[in-house]
């Protein structure tokens, strides 16, 4: 469930374990995966499509963060990356 994966993705997010996030996202169908970007801030997300296990989910991650175009460059921009 959607609440399920929000929660747990907080849970490695804190624990600053994109890895296992990127390791997540090749599973997770769009409307599980579409709450749990929103939950996330642009640094963590960057952080974690950046060690996406499966990089032909990137364009479905960029689609769910479409909205956030401007906070991911300001955070690409401010934390380097």
């Known amino acids: 469930p959607a609440d399920t994966v929000v929660a747990v993705g907080r849970e490695l997010v804190g ?3 994109y890895v296992t996030m990127g390791r997540f996202v090749g599973y997770l169908p ?20 950046f060690v996406l296990e499966d990089k032909d989910r990137l364009d ?7 909205d956030r175009l401007s906070d991911l460059i ?3 921009h401010t934390d380097r990356l």
């Open 15 to 17: 624990r600053g374990d």
């Open 60 to 66: 479905a991650l960029a689609d769910l963060a479409h």
């Open 74 to 76: 300001d955070a690409a």
């Open 30 to 49: 769009e409307a599980t995966l579409g709450p749990a970007v929103e939950a996330i801030d642009a640094a963590d997300l960057l952080r974690i499509a």
